[in-house]
């Protein structure tokens, strides 16, 4: 079992940042790649973000592309989202996930994500 665990929520308005910050405790951490997700109250959960094993694949969703980056940082287990230029619609609860068959590439699909952390609620006023 994989504990992953999100930090940096919090309230910040249009306009603002917020760092992302997930741990994923253990030494297996830098083999797999690691996605962001969000899910805004009465939505479906939606792919955000994802980054393989090394940080050399990234992919965005349109949504955020050019607003928010992701990296990770494999000696600390930690994989980030900087989010930047944040819209009111981008509130909702972050998730991190790993990704433990994505074979050295990202995917997009929630269901193809093998562990989540428990979420972190953002909030961008307007």
């Known amino acids: 079992q994989v504990q992953l665990v999100e930090s940096g929520g919090g309230l910040v308005q249009a306009g603002g940042s917020l760092r992302l910050s997930c741990a994923a405790p253990?030494?297996?951490?830098?083999?797999?790649?690691m996605g962001w997700f969000r899910q805004a109250p009465g939505k479906e959960r939606e792919f955000v973000a994802a980054i393989n094993w090394s940080g050399g694949i990234i992919y965005y969703a349109d949504s955020v592309k050019g607003r928010f980056t992701i990296s990770r940082d494999n000696a600390k287990n930690t994989v980030y989202l900087q989010m930047d230029s944040l819209k009111p619609e981008d509130t909702a609860v972050y998730y991190c996930?790993?990704?433990?068959?994505?074979?050295?590439?990202?995917?997009?699909?929630?269901?193809?994500?093998?562990?989540w952390g428990q979420g972190t609620q953002v909030t961008v006023s307007s």
């Open positions: 253990g030494r297996t951490f830098s083999s797999y790649a």
């Open positions: 996930a790993q990704d433990q068959s994505a074979q050295g590439g990202v995917r997009v699909g929630a269901n193809e994500y093998d562990y």
